[in-house]
């Protein structure tokens, strides 16, 4: 499949991407202003528009692409046919401030140095959009969650950014979400290609039923309550029900189902607008959820595949079909594979690579610190967990005959896991741990909500 991909690709990019690279003209001294930049860019008639839908907190076993029964998905179903569908996509952490800030950077957590405490994006990393902005982009940004807001630094090259739509664990974000994007698109300046990165929150716990998008299937429903003391009786709830049951998800999936919706509507004005076919749209998601799968309960706190494994979609300028690439990749590489296919060269160090020109199959590696401290790499179809608080604690599974990692093979597979953890042990030789995090100031309301997160004690 990596073969069919890179005879592909080169013929997009001189369709779609030749002409405008040849006469743009980019003179020197660009700001780094998250508002302003001092570039003046020439960008002509056929730059590829970029459209990034991130949905927090979405596993991809809740979508029907991904092999959900439900219609929960019928809009990000009909983007997978269109589109470059990679199956075994894995997020740099389990929590959305670091995921996003790896998805946008192609850095590492620890060299960013959003790790163990609440440590926003530092000023000196460059994202996606301060690229494509100093390369003739207008950029746009609208987010949902705090914890991807100004205050964390995810603003930084966005010509317009919008965090209006922070409004705490039991909003419903996904309606205003859209319409901020729509109105921006509205408003662009035509003679400039644009990126647009969209954040849905909706799918996060609090989870809201939504009537439109009922998946009940017995008489009692697991839905979550209002208080921090419910979420201890959905988990009896859950534990007693079983994986089985159809009744884990029910509210989960409603709130999948409403952001489906939604990000339909946001792809159908593309389409009534003429942008869609010709833009690159890339779907994915932050992280997943724990609904007892381990014994844990929403996210931040394990690498298990329920919360690393993730969604992810390409659909290139011009697709009409799509297909399945079922390699293990990370989110880390969709910063260099976007660049690639509009043919922008990133001359700054980052550690992912595209996924469209990568020689070999490598190691994916992810980590938290939120509660424990994790790492853990997936090669080879086999994924070794380290715990760093337990003495260097080891676990091996076999993602091929074990995906729910249900069976340690760590005291089998001897050889296997040596040479797993000297993957983890030249990862972290090989990459940068950033000297000096930055912090960010929270207030009382923003500690509650990290504490509510999982994500402080």
Request: proline share 5%; net charge negative.
């Amino acid at each position: 499949m990596l073969s069919a991909s890179l005879r592909f690709v080169p013929d997009l990019r001189k369709h779609a991407t030749s002409a405008w690279l040849l006469a743009a003209v980019i003179l020197a001294g660009c700001g780094r202003d998250s508002q302003t930049s001092s570039a003046v860019v020439a960008s002509p008639p056929g730059a590829p528009n970029v459209v990034m839908i991130v949905v927090d907190t979405l596993r991809p076993d809740r979508l029907g692409a991904w092999g959900q029964v439900r219609d929960t998905s019928p809009h990000i179903d009909e983007l997978a046919s269109q589109s470059i569908r990679f199956s075994r996509a894995t997020s740099q952490a389990p929590w959305t401030t670091p995921s996003t800030a790896s998805l946008l950077t192609s850095l590492y957590p620890h060299e960013l140095g959003i790790e163990t405490e609440p440590n926003k994006v530092p000023d000196q990393a460059i994202l996606l959009p301060e690229l494509l902005r100093d390369k003739g982009y207008e950029t746009f940004g609208v987010v949902a969650s705090s914890f991807l807001s100004r205050r964390w630094n995810f603003d930084q090259g966005f010509s317009r950014f919008e965090d209006e739509n922070v409004s705490g664990l039991m909003s419903i974000t996904s309606p205003e979400v859209t319409r901020a994007a729509i109105k921006m698109l509205k408003s662009r300046d035509r003679s400039r290609p644009f990126l647009l990165f969209v954040h849905y929150f909706d799918p996060h716990f609090h989870y809201n039923s939504h009537a439109d998008f009922d998946f009940t299937d017995a008489e009692e429903e697991v839905r979550s309550g209002e208080t921090e003391a419910s979420q201890g009786d959905l988990g009896t709830k859950v534990e007693t029900a079983g994986p089985e049951s159809g009744q884990l998800f029910d509210s989960y999936d409603s709130e999948v189902g409403f952001t489906d919706h939604y990000i339909g509507r946001l792809l159908q004005f593309l389409r009534d607008q003429d942008l869609f076919d010709e833009a690159l749209i890339v779907f994915t998601a932050d992280h997943g959820e724990e609904f007892l799968d381990h014994g844990g309960w929403k996210h931040a706190h394990s690498l298990y595949e329920e919360v690393i494994h993730v969604p992810l979609l390409f659909k290139l300028p011009q697709s009409r079909s799509g297909r399945v690439e079922d390699r293990q990749v990370g989110l880390i590489d969709v910063f260099p594979t976007i660049t690639e296919i509009l043919g922008v060269d990133v001359e700054h160090p980052i550690s992912g690579a595209s996924l469209f020109s990568a020689a070999e199959v490598r190691p994916v590696f992810s980590e938290t610190s939120r509660n424990n401290n994790l790492q853990a790499v997936i090669y080879k179809g086999h994924k070794a967990i380290v715990d760093l608080n337990d003495d260097d604690k080891w676990r091996l599974y076999d993602l091929s005959t074990d995906p729910a990692e249900k069976h340690d093979l760590a005291g089998e597979r001897v050889e296997l896991l040596q040479e797993l953890m000297e993957e983890v042990r030249r990862w972290r030789e090989s990459t940068r741990t950033a000297s000096e995090a930055e912090s960010v100031v929270l207030d009382a309301e923003q500690t509650e909500q990290l504490k509510a997160l999982g994500y402080l004690e």
